[in-house]
T-cell receptor, first 114, second 116 residues
Framework: DQQVKQNSPSLSVQEGRISILNCDYT??????FLWYKKYPAEGPTFLIS?????DKNEDGRFTVFLNKSAKHLSLHIVPSQPGDSAVYFC?????????????FGTGTRLKVLA | DTEVTQTPKHLVMGMTNKKSLKCEQH?????MYWYKQKAKKPPELMFV???????INESVPSRFSPECPNSSLLNLHLHALQPEDSALYLC???????????????FGSGTRLTVV
């Protein structure tokens, strides 16, 4: 049972345009979410987080939106750059329940075309 | 130093071998983690150490044996592995195991393990 789903395994976007990566979850107890970026032969790198008390968090070119009623979050990258080409994972945790364990999605491979 | 260093980067071992994976961080983080990632799958949590004590074991088979000799080091001892254990093994650390944290985990680049 995959509690965190990234239904698009890959996405191609033109340089300078917006990249939108989506993530859906099934567990209503999840209240803290992270996005990670992973380059080949490297470990995942933390990008941005959001708590369930917010619906938006912004850091430079990266914005994460959370829609709790839809159990959906998305990562927007504007403008997209070729260096953003990587695999992006979302991860969720039910921190308030004391379960400090992240469940990761399967990842979306983003390719930004120059 | 803002890195998690994992050695070796690649390891090929036979099913009767004993080997160890090593993870090191000098950020003063008190929580350290082992994750396993198979191709086209998400990372899966194996173990969590908090303040050098084992806090979470995700029902991992005993052929995987973690060890935390001190606050900077985390080892994963491997013995009698199976070919299906071949995967990328990721180590991570965080300031504390508890949430919330604004910075998530810091991951190492992983050890690519192949069991033959």
């Amino acid at each position: 049972d995959q509690q965190v789903k990234q239904n698009s395994p890959s996405l191609s976007v033109q340089e300078g345009r917006i990249s939108i990566l989506n993530c859906d979850y099934t567990n209503s107890m999840f209240d803290y979410f992270l996005w990670y970026k992973k380059y080949p032969a490297e470990g995942p790198t933390f990008l941005i987080s959001i708590s369930s008390i917010k619906d938006k968090n912004e850091d430079g070119r990266f914005t994460v939106f959370l829609n709790k009623s839809a159990k959906h979050l998305s990562l927007h990258i504007v403008p997209s750059q070729p260096g953003d080409s990587a695999v992006y994972f979302c991860a969720a945790s039910a921190a308030a329940s004391g379960t400090y364990k992240y469940i990761f999605g399967t990842g979306t491979r983003l390719k930004v075309l120059a | 130093d803002t890195e998690v260093t994992q050695t070796p980067k690649h390891l090929v071992m036979g099913m009767t071998n004993k080997k160890s994976l090593k993870c090191e961080q000098h950020m003063g983080h008190r929580a350290m983690y082992w994750y396993k990632q198979k191709a086209k799958k998400p990372p899966e949590l194996m173990f969590v150490y908090s303040y050098e004590k084992l806090s979470i074991n995700e029902s991992v088979p005993s052929r995987f044996s973690p060890e935390c000799p001190n606050s900077s080091l985390l080892n994963l001892h491997l013995h009698a592995l199976q070919p299906e254990d071949s995967a990328l093994y990721l180590c991570a650390s965080s300031q504390e195991q508890a949430f919330p944290t604004n910075y998530g985990y810091t991951f190492g680049s992983g050890t690519r393990l192949t069991v033959v």
